[in-house]
């Protein structure tokens, strides 16, 4: 594993400065990614490029019929991270049986969730739903200084998401995708819901689905309401409930009630926190 990933610290193309750990997403610091036409980005750091291979061998195991796909709001949901077991318990007793896997990484932007579905991370997996969460990374924290900025931002986060999805029908054409809005966070409201304005236009009611649920999170402002979140941005057990509240029916819509057994793939973790 290690001499292919010093090949893959050699070729990758360089990247522009991301938030390295969840915690940075949550600080409030500016995005630092606003690329002028969406592309897909690789994550340079060494952690974050021995979870993508990881994951890639994860897309290879079990049976995976629904598909969690975004940044560290999906991945703490799934992940096997010792503090995170409660998320973890969460997420098991609303998907086991449905055969769901987590394929979030904390920090990743838009980009760096598209260049991880072009590298691996999807091939040959064919889900029968993804559901997609991602974008809060790219607008990051700092106040829109007016309506322009609000539209320039939100065109391109908007942008590079309509991309993902497109990306994530080539890659699995028999996939529904249900597209979360992006979830509260404060002073960047007015982006966020300029977003999700555009992420609604992109579902059909067919093959792509898309569900908001910030009005049960909290205020128009971005202000939490007690006990949704850890952070003033990541989810806590009673704000990953109402999201899974929101994916349930429609899971049971698309593949009936959940089973007895489960077939996907055990849950990853963070490499560092495991000594990788």
Not at 64 to 82: C, M, N, P, Q
Not at 235 to 244: E, F, M, R, S, T
């Amino acid at each position: 594993m290690y001499r292919f990933l010093a090949v893959m610290l050699i070729t990758w193309p360089p990247l522009a400065p991301a938030a390295s750990r969840d915690a940075a997403a949550a600080s409030g610091a500016p995005a630092t990614t606003q690329a002028a036409a969406p592309r897909a980005v690789p994550r340079t750091d060494r952690n974050s490029q021995i979870a993508h291979l990881q994951l890639v061998e994860k897309a290879r195991k079990g049976r995976i019929d629904v598909y969690f796909l975004g940044d560290s709001i999906t991945r703490r949901w799934g992940t096997s991270d010792e503090q995170y077991k409660h998320l973890l318990a969460n997420w098991r007793a609303n998907f086991f049986g449905w055969n769901a896997a987590n394929f979030g990484w904390g920090a990743d932007q838009v980009q760096n969730i598209l260049w991880r579905v072009e590298n691996g991370e999807l091939e040959g997996v064919n889900p029968k739903v993804i559901v997609l969460l991602a974008g809060t990374n790219n607008i990051g924290g700092r106040r829109a200084t007016d309506a322009a900025d609000v539209e320039s931002r939100a065109g391109n986060v908007a942008a590079a998401l309509e991309m993902l999805v497109e990306t994530c029908r080539r890659k699995a054409p028999g996939a529904v995708i249900i597209l979360t809005g992006i979830t509260p966070r404060k002073d960047v409201m007015p982006i966020i819901d300029r977003v999700n304005e555009r992420l609604a236009a992109l579902a059909d009611g067919k093959r792509v689905r898309y569900v908001n649920i910030n009005e049960k999170l909290a205020d128009a402002d971005g202000n939490f309401h007690q006990g949704m979140a850890l952070d003033g941005l990541h989810l806590d057990v009673k704000g990953y409930q109402v999201w899974a509240d929101a994916l349930r029916p429609i899971l049971t819509e698309l593949l009936g009630p959940p089973g007895k057994e489960d077939h996907a793939p055990p849950p990853t973790g963070d490499p560092k926190a495991a000594g990788g």
